[in-house]
């Protein structure tokens, strides 16, 4: 895993997939019980987190669940999957997304794994995936271990029979708790008004179209869900002229039987229907039949038709009068409107289709696709096609019966393209066009054309829609007669909308060097204009880059690669970067280097190509960090006061003595602490009789002076083991060596051994830089005498050198004392130089603790070029741009270059006695240096190098 930043700026790992065998083993067996299953299967879902989406590892996931106790276990505890994914690598700033995130984790386990995990470690068959995958895991089915069809069933028939809190039964009144929670009122139920009865009092209960009380209430109870009209009226004579009467008569059909054959004494009806549930209602689907009533215009069309046929005309003719439209019709959407006037032929429509078809294409390009309208294609071919009649004595013509008709040569084929169509333009007769003056109707039929082939550029955006336009013939045809139109500034527009067409369209073409189209675009690079060269040179690099055909890049004129090593030089990057597309493709044959050899010269090309290795590079500067920062612990000793600082402040007169006796020996450190006895007791020992006279400083004034020096210091009270109290000053500490109070320099103590051996001991003697330690080590340990004027004779002395952890003179030996002072000098700090320093030097000067040992650290450098990251890893950098390109065009010539008759020729030559090595050799070998130079510093191109190194150094 690679590191990241999670939400608390922590350093953590993000999810990764690990490509072990036992993953690759894992994921065979899932696949496998899913098709078994019959269940979708996805190896590595894609989760959405804040460092991007990150594909889930299956096996991590599902042995993390399952040192959990299981997925029924995980669900029981709150924001459990949360705390998983975060575990796993998955990571989310804000609550929402990770809400979203551990939603998603238990979902993929849910789909793809539960049924697995109950196989597997039950050893029993999973619910079926009726109430399993086909259910969303939110749901309330229970836990999965325990899930049946029963338990499904009874849940969900619960469901549907018991009323919810949000969906109260029907007909109950709302409730001020409804409103309260911000719900809307509900409308009361429906009620029937009341109607008197207006029959005889006697009513005669044998009538089937009347309903007594008693059936009434039997009916109600056997249909639960009919209307509740009936309860809140008596039974009324049956009046067909009365509205009401029509009412009850439609309700009692919907709801089913009659109540009249219903017994309306409970006692004597039959007790086995009480368990019986009705049979709801059947809907059925009524069809309307048309009658002159409700269709009225299909019997008028009907009638004009047989008046028709009486007149005479045949069923093929067309009928003189404009149909008559429905009612409320607006007719055909913008897209069949706009398709259908694009094919009519009337200018008027066809410039209305093409003026919206632009901004449908603009607009709607995401979702406008060919196959979804029939013949949009071939019409806006067909409209393209009509430029030829603008410029020459011809009118295009499409033929789609697959037989070339040679008489006619306007004629081209439909099903298989014209091969002759270039050599077919080249016999054309141009016509007398003046460039910035033309005719208004010679300038609307060019804008329709424009905006019909705008149309085609703007939709072959669209993936699918190249694809489609691939397969069209015709359009290799137009694109032909477009981008061979004569060099005039009115069709400059055009023909990049075709070269836009053929760079969208060419990745799924195949295309050898006698095709046409690819002859054309060859022809563009003479063109001086920049947008037509790189147009042309992407299109002819994508010729079947999405097929598994292979672009050879055949028959490319020796002028165009001179031009393309030219165009090289420019400070372009865009132009630069499509001639490196092109030389990789063209690279690749190993026919097209021998060309290039011969065409080109490769001696300039190969290091120019090693210059583009640092295209865009950047100097980086790095610190590694070898060893980090230390802290030495805190100490009561005290170091011993150096003895020219002893010298200078025994004659000085307190408190200024015990300022600047605290600031030699002390500093502040608000994690530590020293007990007042400790410093007390070293000031003393310092200072504690001087001439004979003891000092007259008392131990309180001491300790208010510690708080006077440094400002943070404080004496407390603290309780110490067994509750014993400690007086201590917090916020100080001894310093590992002293420093001068005035300069703020660093003493040096003496490592010199003074007794060797078990009982080793050193000098420990502190001095004030290199020379006083020089000095020191002359008079007290080597016995060298100085002279007043710091000289010292250079003669032979047999001695050791017994510095600490020095081997460079472990035994003693006969030296001259100039070699031994020279090695001596190397343990001793070096001089300082004091400059004038400002404020800002002063006080990071000061901030410096003693007690704080410094980080070792490395400074890398190197240069960067452009990278990129993949989505699967995304915190690993991968070469990209011109930097990479020129690389694999590199290894392209090495590799192919030693194929070729020209590396023959060369190698006969040597043995003939001419020059050593062949074309690699020839060509590498002055750019040797600078590739390792390129394989060192720059990380993302180390790999290309490395390989490019191999083929060029493989005869080595």
């Not at 836990?143 to 809190?165: D, G, N, W, Y």
């Not at 109600?220 to 009850?248: A, D, E, F, T």
């Not at 003179?809 to 004091?834: C, D, G, I, M």
């Amino acid at each position: 895993m690679a590191p990241a930043r999670g939400p608390g700026g922590k350093e953590v790992f993000v999810h990764e997939i690990d490509r072990t065998d036992e993953y690759n083993k894992f994921i065979t067996d899932l696949t496998a019980f899913h098709e078994k299953r019959g269940t979708p299967f996805e190896p590595e879902p894609r989760l959405p987190t804040m460092h991007g989406h990150v594909n889930v590892d299956l096996l991590k996931l599902y042995k993390a669940v399952v040192d959990k106790g299981g997925y029924d276990e995980l669900n029981k505890v709150q924001k459990a999957w949360g705390a998983l994914a975060g575990e796993l690598g998955m990571y989310y700033a804000d609550n929402k997304g990770m809400g979203q995130l551990s939603f998603q984790l238990k979902q993929d386990f849910y789909r793809y794994l539960a049924a697995y995990w109950v196989q597997d470690k039950y050893g029993r068959d999973p619910p079926p995936k009726e109430i399993l995958e086909q259910q969303s895991c939110a749901s309330k089915h229970g836990p999965v271990l325990s899930r049946s069809m029963e338990t499904f069933k009874f849940s969900m028939r619960r469901a549907e029979e018991t009323p919810t809190r949000d969906e109260p039964p029907a007909g109950s009144t709302p409730t001020s708790g409804n409103r309260a929670s911000g719900r809307l009122r509900e409308a009361p139920p429906q009620r029937v008004p009341f109607q008197p009865d207006t029959g005889p009092s006697r009513q005669r209960n044998v009538s089937s179209h009347h309903n007594t009380p008693n059936s009434n209430a039997t009916q109600n109870n056997y249909h639960g869900n009919s209307s509740s009209q009936n309860h809140h009226h008596l039974p009324q004579q049956h009046n067909p002229n009365n509205p009401l009467h029509v009412i009850q008569a439609q309700q009692a059909a919907l709801r089913g039987a009659s109540s009249s054959f219903t017994p309306g004494n409970s006692e004597l009806a039959s007790r086995l229907g009480d368990p019986i549930e009705p049979r709801p209602p059947i809907s059925v689907a009524l069809r309307p039949v048309n009658t002159p009533g409700n269709n009225p215009v299909d019997f008028a069309k009907r009638q004009r038709q047989w008046k028709a046929q009486a007149a005479g005309f045949n069923s093929g003719q067309q009928i003189q009068g404009r149909p008559v439209q429905p009612p409320g019709f607006d007719g055909p959407n913008i897209y069949t409107r706009c398709l259908q006037a694009l094919r009519s032929g009337i200018p008027a429509e066809q410039a209305f289709a093409l003026n919206h078809l632009v901004k449908i294409s603009y607009e709607r390009g995401d979702k406008y696709k060919f196959d979804s309208f029939l013949g949009l294609a071939e019409g806006l071919i067909e409209k393209a096609l009509e430029v030829g009649n603008l410029f020459y004595d011809v009118d295009w013509q499409i033929s789609y019966s697959g037989e070339q008709d040679n008489s006619n040569p306007a004629i081209l084929d439909g099903l298989d393209g014209t091969l002759d169509i270039l050599e077919k333009i080249q016999n054309l007769k141009p016509r007398a066009v003046l460039d910035h003056l033309q005719p208004a109707e010679f300038s609307d039929r060019l804008l329709r054309i424009t905006e019909a082939v705008l149309t085609m550029r703007n939709m072959v955006m669209l993936v699918e829609n190249a694809i489609y336009m691939a397969e069209v013939y015709p359009l290799k045809d137009v694109l032909c007669i477009i981008l061979h139109l004569p060099d005039l500034e009115m069709l400059v527009e055009i023909k990049h909308f075709a070269l836009d067409i053929a760079e969208q369209v060419t990745p799924w073409l195949i295309m050898d060097s006698s095709d046409p189209l690819y002859r054309t675009l060859l022809a563009q690079l003479n063109s001086t204009d920049r947008g037509t060269i790189l147009t042309a040179l992407r299109a002819i690099s994508r010729i079947s880059m999405n097929l598994d055909a292979t672009n050879r890049l055949e028959n490319v004129p020796v002028v165009v690669l001179q031009n393309i090593n030219h165009w090289l030089l420019l400070n372009d990057e865009e132009l630069m970067d499509a001639c490196l597309d092109f030389l990789y493709q063209y690279t690749a044959v190993v026919a097209n280097v021998e060309t290039l050899l011969e065409g080109v010269n490769m001696e300039n090309l190969v290091p120019h190509l090693v210059r583009l290795l640092a295209h865009g590079a950047k100097r980086v500067k790095e610190d590694k960090i070898l060893e980090p920062e230390k802290k030495a612990p805190c100490s009561e000793e005290v170091p011993p006061l150096p003895f020219d600082l002893h010298e200078k402040l025994r004659n000085t007169d307190e408190p200024t003595r015990c300022f600047q006796w605290l600031k030699t020996l002390f500093e502040e450190d608000a994690e530590s602490h020293i007990t007042q006895i400790a410093i007390w007791q070293a000031y003393q020992g310092s200072f504690g009789a001087l001439a004979g006279v003891r000092s007259n400083l008392s131990a309180a004034d001491f300790i208010r002076n510690v708080s006077h020096v440094f400002s943070n210091a404080r004496a407390q009270i603290i309780r110490g083991p067994g509750e014993v109290q400690r007086f201590i000053i917090e916020g100080i500490r001894a310093r590992t060596a002293p420093c001068h109070y005035e300069t703020r320099e660093d003493y040096t103590k003496c490592q010199w051994q003074v007794v060797k051996g078990a009982l080793s001991k050193r000098c420990n003697q502190f001095y004030l830089g290199g020379e006083q330690m020089w000095r020191h080590t002359l008079s007290a340990h080597l016995n060298v005498p100085i002279d007043e004027n710091g000289k010292i004779e250079n003669k032979e002395v047999t001695t050791s050198c017994d510095w600490a952890d020095c081997a460079k003179y472990p035994t003693p030996r006969p030296l001259k004392l100039a070699e031994l002072t020279r090695h001596v000098k190397t343990h001793f700090p070096a001089p300082q130089k004091r400059p004038q320093q400002d404020g800002a030097e002063l006080a990071a000067k000061r901030a410096r603790k003693s007690y704080i040992t410094p980080a070792k650290t490395m400074s890398l450098l190197w240069e960067k070029t452009v990278v990129t990251s993949d989505e699967r890893k995304p915190n690993l950098e991968q070469a990209a741009g011109i930097p990479l390109s020129a690389v694999l065009v590199l290894r392209n010539i090495a590799r192919n270059v030693v194929k070729t008759e020209s590396e023959e020729e060369l190698l006969k030559q040597h043995e003939m006695g001419g020059e050593n090595g062949g074309w690699n050799e020839k060509l590498f070998r002055p750019v040797m240096a600078r590739l390792f130079e390129v394989m060192t510093e720059n990380r993302a191109l180390a790999g290309y190098i490395t390989s490019l190194l191999q083929l060029v150094q493989t005869e080595d």
